[in-house]
């Protein structure tokens, strides 16, 4: 601690050496408001930021410390004849002076944005060589916060432009907030204090659980250079955006506020659901980001999924956040000593969620954590209300080892000198197995264990007055019965890790020198296991032998080739083994390869192994020992491409590419820089094509090689790096996408699509000149994210993108549901067979700009569906899709999608079904 108030004390005496006097008491807690970007993208007008001002009043988020509305790209067209930026004069036409006004009539602060480079990152003029007319601007208009972006600033130095903006506000003499947003990519946490009062450290943010994990693991690290004036920002908040779920967003905005960053929310505020409101005003939580002392918090434990946070408050309190990122509830469990307090302290704990104190602990503390979820709590060191509760093990014995399937006695002695215990919990592995509460008699569970391990156990009571106490853990072993480890056999395809050899013990599971475990880790027998200590993360099995092995349970459903990878370390070349199946030796004698040291892990490929359909034994088997095992993974074999498909590099790859097919999966491997500006690098699976066409793909799996990884489908006009092209992609951390040039040697572009990741559909048709991008999470109801014209001159070349976004790694990615078809589904017009009696109007209005009406009549009973498509025939969103009573029926369109989102201007096609009948009308929206 004396280490963190050292480093805490020299950031306040520099940063206050730095600033000018009158950015002195800016942001010393972490900026507070609301930014447009995440839902609204370039939608802004003044309409909107007044509806959104007035909700940041109304719901409360005021009051709960929220101050700065900015509005993010887009507010801006061009310059005057004096260089002075001008605002859109169609979207904000009382201009930027009067919404300011407006906005702090309300009592709250007013931000804008811009860009150190020649354009802002949507094309609208950027601030290079006019930072002085800018800050004059902004000074005059009443701006309180400026958001400063990096795009189109090649050839710039990252510092000097940022210090050069400030210097012009400094000028300007308004004290403005300082936003640095250059992503991270110049470290500026190492330069920006003294010249911004916030400065990004990662890429866009995006609604996914995958984007907020990525970007929160990127800020382990960088604690020391967070302080009061200063912070680091890992990018605006996704509460209530997305597909986020409840869960999903408590840990997004605990972990944020745990680190201290700025909370510039991203939703829509006119129309929060009552529980996000709830998370954004939650002041408890909110007075850990805003505590004065302005400490970073820090994880203090990663176990894999499962994760311990902290951060030192100035009231001498610690915040705790348990974080479990793994698809099922977790019992966790912290120890006093982790956050530095003496094992037999008592502390009072309290619930910032639940908004309520849990009561006294004393050595630890456990909650059961949600999936993808967190328990946040605040400690104090407080005196207890009474005395400790006692609490011991009885049964069953330290070390003891027993089969399954079996029930388990579990019991203790639980009293309290100064009142009762009223509570006694049970737990395995940190995993609550059972309670009981007012016992009389004893107390004591039956436990029905499922699943084979080792298990530690742990029993807490509780006393009348709240004070918690837990027992000195014990341990247990539960070993698998005879056959698989879990009970059934691998179905193959799969990774089999090499721990999981089956049950029965010595010559029926395993045949081992030793009786003894020398790793100690997992398992009891006699099969030596050790942790693998690496990004992979799992154990290994290790010391082995010549004439040990190992047999594993499999069930094949047909015969095939396969591709079988062993992950191995070896500090030897002299290692050697073999896999059986039935007693069949499959592989012939396998050389290990040494690979520098047993810290050093990599994957011995062994590829076309034909293997045939049942149930049956693998056997690894070792020849010649020194090498370490850590699974057997077993795949379809890697076939060449079908033809027509063909793959290639475009561009100067840092590695070659290759890409092959596995039973109808595409399986890409890619190096490149990226896919933008005016020259590509990434891999390429295509086919040569003419005329109007549609290509659609499911990506499975995408490499993390960088937050802006991609792969996804493409057409573009020749197979040059700088060709003209459009495709729809899904990046690794950054969303879906539909990215363009235009011209060839052109500059790129780039409108956002669904905020998700991997698995996702998408598809790019192109129908004349017209190109146009969708997105799906399911394959069937498609999101068009835009279009886009673009002269391509047949034949143009059609197929699967991946680039690593990172020229020095390989990412690898795969595809399924691959169709390149020359057709387009346009859902059809008319048929002549209506039934007697029926008609279908003209939607009324029409064009309209917020609802239209689409009328009909029915002669009888009938099952009808009213879908809306837009006119490259994907299908918007579904209106009506049941059983209706004859007669006169109306519906209503609201120009949203199936996502609720706003459409586009342009022409719908809305589709009318009924019995073998079908209709169209045609609508058109403008905005």
């Not at 100064?418 to 436990?447: H, K, L, M, P, Y």
């Not at 499911?698 to 700088?722: F, Y």
Request: proline share 5%; aromatic share 10%.
């Amino acid at each position: 601690m004396k280490n963190i108030f050292t480093v805490f004390l020299i950031f306040l005496l520099s940063a206050h050496i730095s600033y000018p006097q009158q950015f002195d008491n800016l942001a010393l807690t972490p900026p507070m408001g609301w930014n447009s970007w995440n839902y609204f993208y370039c939608d802004v007008s003044e309409n909107t930021i007044k509806q959104m001002a007035n909700a940041m009043v109304s719901s409360g988020m005021k009051d709960a410390g929220y101050q700065y509305i900015v509005i993010d790209d887009c507010w801006q067209t061009s310059r005057d004849a004096n260089g002075y930026i001008i605002a859109d004069p169609q979207r904000f036409p009382s201009g930027m002076k009067a919404l300011a006004d407006y906005v702090h009539s309300l009592g709250l602060k007013f931000g804008l944005y811009s860009c150190a480079g020649t354009l802002t990152c949507q094309g609208r003029p950027g601030s290079h060589n006019y930072e002085d007319k800018d800050a004059e601007s902004y000074a005059a208009w009443g701006v309180d916060y400026l958001k400063y972006d990096w795009c189109y600033s090649d050839g710039l130095d990252s510092r000097t432009s940022y210090k050069t903006m400030r210097d012009a506000l400094e000028r300007a003499g308004r004290p403005i907030v300082f936003s640095i947003c250059e992503w991270g990519s110049t470290q500026p946490w190492l330069w920006a204090q003294g010249i911004g009062h916030l400065w990004r450290t990662t890429g866009d943010i995006q609604a996914t659980w995958q984007s907020f994990t990525d970007l929160l693991d990127r800020q382990v690290g960088l604690e020391q250079y967070a302080g009061p004036g200063g912070w680091n920002d890992p990018d605006m908040l996704e509460v209530g955006n997305g597909n986020l779920t409840p869960d999903e967003n408590r840990a997004h905005f605990s972990l944020w506020c745990l680190l201290a960053a700025p909370l510039m929310a991203g939703n829509d505020l006119r129309n929060m659901r009552p529980e996000v409101i709830d998370i954004l005003t939650n002041k408890e939580v909110i007075a850990v980001d805003q505590d004065s002392l302005g400490i970073q918090g820090s994880k203090i434990r990663d176990d894999g999924d499962y994760e311990v946070w902290s951060k030192p408050m100035k009231d001498s309190s610690y915040a705790v956040i348990l974080f479990n990122r793994s698809g099922s509830e977790k019992y966790m469990t912290l120890s006093w000593d982790e956050i530095g307090f003496d094992k037999d302290d008592v502390l009072l704990a309290r619930d910032l969620w639940k908004k309520q104190d849990v009561g006294y602990f004393q050595s630890l503390y456990s909650a059961t954590v949600p999936s993808h979820g967190v328990v946040m709590i605040r400690l104090w060191h407080r005196n207890a209300p009474g005395e400790i509760p006692q609490i011991n093990m009885i049964t069953p014995a330290d070390s003891s080892v027993f089969q399954l399937p079996q029930q388990i006695d579990l019991g203790v002695q639980a009293r309290d000198s100064d009142g009762q215990v009223v509570r006694v919990t049970f737990t395995a592995n940190g995993q609550e197995i059972g309670r009981i509460e007012n016992s009389i008699n004893s107390w004591s569970i039956v436990w029905k264990p499922e699943t084979p391990g080792v298990y530690q156990i742990v029993a807490y009571a509780t006393d009348d007055s709240g004070i918690s106490a837990a027992s000195t853990p014990i341990y247990v072993y539960l070993a698998p019965a005879a056959g698989p480890f879990f009970a059934t056999p691998v179905q193959l395809p799969a990774l089999i890790a090499a721990e999981n050899y089956d049950g029965g013990g010595e010559g029926l599971g395993y045949s081992d020198h030793d009786p003894e475990n020398q790793g100690g880790q997992y398992r009891w027998d006699g099969v030596d296991i050790g942790l693998t200590v690496d990004n992979n993360g799992g154990y290994y099995v290790g010391w082995l032998e010549p004439g040990e092995w190992l047999d594993y349970s499999v069930d094949i459903a047909e015969t095939d080739s396969f591709d079988i990878h062993l992950r191995i370390t070896s500090s030897v070349t002299t290692g050697t083994c073999h896999l059986e199946l039935d007693g069949k030796d499959i592989t012939g004698l396998v050389q290990i390869p040494s690979t520098g040291g047993k810290l050093n892990w990599r994957e011995k490929n062994l590829s076309n192994i034909s293997l045939p359909a049942g149930s049956q034994k693998l056997k690894f088997y070792v020849d010649a020992g020194g090498f370490n095992l850590n699974y057997i993974d077993i795949a379809y074999a890697l076939q060449p491409l079908a033809s027509p498909w063909l793959d290639r590099d475009i561009g100067q790859t840092g590695t070659t590419g290759e890409a092959a097919m596995r039973k109808g999966t595409f399986i890409v491997k890619a190096s490149g820089q990226d896919i933008w500006g005016n020259n590509d690098e990434f891999h390429f699976v295509y086919q040569e094509v003419q005329g109007d066409m549609e290509i659609t793909a499911r990506v499975l799996t995408l490499g993390d090689t960088d937050p802006w990884a991609k792969a996804g489908v493409m057409i573009r006009n020749s197979l040059s790096s700088v060709s003209n092209h459009a495709m729809t992609i899904v990046s690794a951390a950054n969303g879906l996408a539909f990215q363009r040039r235009v011209q060839q040697n052109g500059s790129s572009t780039h409108t956002a699509g669904t905020p998700a990741g991997v698995p996702y559909w998408v598809k790019l048709v192109r129908k004349g000149n017209v190109l146009t991008g969708y997105d799906s999470s399911d394959g069937t109801s498609w999101r068009r994210i835009d279009a886009v014209t673009i002269v391509m001159q047949d034949p143009v070349y059609a197929g699967l993108i991946v680039t690593a976004h990172n020229d020095g790694a390989v990412c690898e990615a795969s595809f399924d549901q691959v169709s390149l078809s020359t057709t387009t589904n346009v859902p059809p017009e008319k048929r002549d067979n209506a039934p007697n009696g029926f008609g279908l109007y003209p939607a009324y209005p029409n064009p309209f700009n917020s609802s239209t009406n689409i009328t009909y009549n029915l002669p009888f009973d009938a099952k009808v569906t009213i879908s809306v498509y837009d006119i490259m025939g994907a299908r918007v969103r579904v209106l009506q899709d049941g059983r209706v009573s004859a007669g006169s029926a109306k519906v209503i369109w609201d120009a949203k999608d199936s996502d609720g989102r706003d459409v586009a201007s342009g022409l719908y096609l809305c589709k009318f079904e009924v019995e073998d009948f079908t209709s169209t009308v045609k609508i058109v929206y403008l905005k």
